[in-house]
């Protein structure tokens, strides 16, 4: 079975400081893992993907996230945020089949 | 641009009357799902379809049908709606079912009973 755990539902971070948000995974099998970023009253929009190549992966909007086997972590990280940074962010684990397993999702807000 | 298009963006409707969402997409991907997504909470999976094969999630109401005409076009039906019906309802694609292809979203249509 898979599962995420995303710590924190509402991050706020100061616009040019670092974001983290985390998530944890559980996976019986090795996982497909997903961050995607939802703007209000909007769909969601794949910011990256891990998909078993390189562990440090890079995505749009300069967000990259890691790859940790040993913590069963998949964090997304940014250097500097930036006020349009502020939306929901969920991560997902997919294994195979088509069953994506969304986390609760963290709401970031970025303070000027 | 290839897309997943929803419509409306935004549905009331009554209580107990019925109501269709639509989606289409032009990706010409072979998996198409619903899912529901209350306030604050992450989305929730509803059905999928593979082509023409249906699959429903084991715990979605029987009051949520859908159907896939063809492959650019996806409908959920819900029979008699309910207050806690009331969701943003995502519609996503994916080329296939190998766990690794990312699901593309659409927009999404907010459905209001009242």
């Known amino acids: ?20 948000l ?15 970023v939802q703007y209000p009253n909007q769909g969601l929009q794949l910011l990256l993907k891990y998909t078993s190549a390189a562990t440090l992966v890079k995505g749009i909007n300069g967000f990259e996230a890691e ?29 195979s089949g088509n069953q994506f397993y969304f986390g609760t999702g963290t709401s ?4 000027p | 641009d290839a897309m ?10 009554q ?4 109501v269709t969402l639509s989606c289409s997409q032009t990706l010409n991907h072979n998996v198409m799902y619903w899912y529901q997504q209350k306030s604050s909470q992450a989305p929730k999976l509803l059905f999928h379809y593979y082509d ?20 650019s076009f996806c409908f959920l039906d ?19 079912s190998g766990g690794m292809d990312t699901q593309y979203f659409g927009p999404g249509t907010r459905l209001t009973v009242l």
């Open chain 2, 52 to 71: 023409k094969d249906f699959n429903n999630e084991a715990d979605t109401p029987d009051n949520f049908q859908s159907r896939r005409p063809n492959t």
């Open chain 1, 1 to 20: 079975a898979q599962s995420v755990t995303q710590l924190g539902s509402h991050v706020s971070v100061s616009e040019g400081a670092l974001v983290l």
């Open chain 2, 78 to 96: 819900i029979r008699s709606p309910g207050l806690g019906d009331a969701a943003m309802y995502l519609c996503a694609t994916s080329r296939d």
């Open chain 1, 108 to 111: 970031l807000t970025v303070i």
């Open chain 2, 15 to 18: 209580f107990g009357k019925p």
């Open chain 2, 4 to 13: 997943v298009i929803q419509n409306p963006r935004y549905q009331v409707t």
């Open chain 1, 22 to 36: 985390r998530c944890n995974y559980s996976s019986s099998v090795p996982p497909y893992l997903f961050w995607y």
């Open chain 1, 67 to 95: 790859f940790k086997k040993s913590e069963t972590s998949f964090h997304l990280t940014k250097p500097s945020a930036h006020m349009s940074d502020a939306a929901e962010y969920f991560c997902a684990v997919s294994a």
